[in-house]
């Protein structure tokens, strides 16, 4: 047995009902159990380790090239191979601190000779920082590659991971735009992307221009423009997911109309833009659960690793019995987030492991069922809130917004490798009857109720743990200890 411990609460079961194969009954005292991951706890998994034995090679081989493929005046520029990928890679310059009360503008030539399925590369002005998908504190141009084809972007994100932009198509999305995409066949385009922080009654615009075609601008928010943008460098950075290699180059670099030279020692810095290795971030290919390393505390282990959104189920949890909605509940603990990407997030909580074995559409197909939980999730312009969720049995249940999504008044879970405290409580007593569900993360409480009706059609769990969100997206890269979580089974 491990060297988790259990203590006895006060809260009893109203059910008296037996949960097939559990050999637990409901009525039973429910007891707070605590899992400080010292060994191996040895909890239920499904689908959690999926990595292949042979994982996909990474090769960045960028930065100053003697060539002369983006068709400046002379030969040497900046470019090569540039791969998709979450670990960081980019070449730049820096420059002095900008801020979006600043103006600026940049403009060259670039080219693209070869894009393989799901490959990219970012051009423009980013922070030392600056880490991810959809950038946090960048302003720049995303080519997208698409086995021998490519659409361009442009966007930026804040300083918190909000984000905006635009593409050089008609319509809202690529997929099923009438516009063709451009041939990555080397031809060279000139172009400029500039910020101008007055326009649009003071909002600000973002303007791309190619080959002297100026595509509608992008205009900021209110919100965004609070949240503010620090620049201090400018060059290219590989586009921060998994994915494959692009060949790319620039030259006739201006930067608020001063050349810049593109000649090998004039300034420009590289960060593993020469490396290979292997990519251990690949989606939708979880790798989560038990872990013997550390990140919160210095001795024992965690429940950490990467969870992808995905269509498909996947979990780590520990068995409790019987529990539903007529039960008081309570789970606190630590959680870390060390590096994520937009579209992406996880849940922590008490779910029914054969309703989500079973469950095998997306979430916007057909809603989830039986779970009360923490959803760290939240829109791509916002980052990751931490909030409160639940589904009954009839898949009823809403996720906590607080009538503010888009507004960023809910506590948000960042990348910043911190270590924080949560709670999530449920009382069924709460709101004259409905059920009040309560998160706190670090001192911040929230409480939501349940819709009248919910609690009467009821819901049942089996187990408490990390589920992912069945839901299209990217990864999350999380750790967890310090576990309190109520159960009625002992291990």
């Known amino acids: 047995m491990n060297r988790s411990h259990f203590f006895a609460v006060m809260w009893c079961s109203i059910c008296a009902a037996v949960l097939p194969g559990s050999g637990v009954c409901a009525s039973e005292p429910l007891v707070q159990r605590r899992e400080s991951f010292d060994t191996d706890p040895g909890w239920q998994v499904y689908r959690n380790r999926l990595l292949p034995d042979s994982l996909p090679a990474v090769k960045q081989d960028f930065g100053f090239s003697p060539t002369q493929f983006a068709g400046g005046a002379k030969a040497g520029e900046i470019g090569g191979r540039v791969h998709r990928s979450t670990t960081p890679a980019c070449y730049y310059r ?125 205009e900021f928010t209110d919100i965004d423009r609070q949240d503010g943008i620090q620049l201090n460098r400018f060059g290219i950075w590989n586009v921060q997911i998994a994915g494959s290699p692009l060949e790319f180059y620039i030259d006739d670099l201006t930067l608020n109309g001063v050349p810049v030279s593109s000649e090998e020692n004039s300034g420009w810095e590289g960060h593993g833009n020469r490396v290979e290795f292997h990519d251990r971030i690949v989606r939708p290919l979880h790798d989560f659960g038990f872990r013997k390393s550390s990140t919160i505390n210095d001795t024992g282990g965690e429940l950490g690793g990467v969870i992808f959104r995905d269509e498909k189920p996947c979990w780590y949890a520990a068995g409790v019995g019987r529990i539903t909605l007529e039960d008081p509940l309570h789970a606190s603990g630590t959680v870390v987030m060390h590096s994520s990407a937009a579209d992406s997030g996880f849940c922590i909580g008490w779910f029914n492991s054969a309703a989500k074995r079973d469950h095998i559409l997306a979430e916007h197909e057909q809603a989830s069922s039986d779970l009360l939980a923490v959803m760290i999730e939240g829109p791509s312009r916002i980052g990751h809130y931490f909030r409160a969720t639940y589904r009954t049995t009839q898949r009823e249940g809403v996720v906590d917004s607080q009538d503010v999504i888009g507004v960023g008044s809910l506590p948000v879970l960042r990348a910043d490798k911190k270590t924080h405290t949560w709670q999530l409580n449920y009382n069924p007593a709460g709101s004259d009857g409905l059920g009040t569900i309560e998160t706190v993360f670090d001192g911040d409480l929230r409480s939501i109720s349940l819709r009248p009706g919910d609690r009467e059609r009821g819901a049942v769990f089996d187990s408490f743990g990390v589920f992912n969100i069945q839901s299209g997206g990217h990864h999350v890269e999380f750790s967890i200890d310090d576990l309190n979580f109520t159960s009625r089974s002992l291990r």
Not at 120 to 136: I, K, Y
Not at 138 to 157: M, Q, T
Request: aromatic share 14%; glycine share 12%; hydrophobic share 30%.
């Open 94 to 218: 820096s420059i002095s601190p900008l801020t979006l009360n600043d103006s600026f503008t940049a403009s060259g030539r670039f080219s693209v000779r070869q894009a393989a399925g799901s490959s990219g590369v970012m051009l423009g002005w980013f922070h030392e920082s600056s880490r991810g998908w959809r950038t946090p504190n960048s302003v720049a141009l995303r080519i997208d590659g698409n086995d021998g084809k490519y659409w361009v972007f442009w966007e930026y994100g804040t300083q918190n991971g909000r984000t905006g932009g635009a593409g050089a198509f008609e319509g809202e999305r690529y997929q099923t735009t009438t516009t063709r995409p451009y041939a990555a066949d080397g031809t060279s385009y000139q172009w400029s992307l500039s910020w101008n922080p007055h326009a649009a009654d003071e909002h600000g615009l973002l303007t791309l221009t190619i080959d002297d075609h100026a595509f509608p601008s992008v």
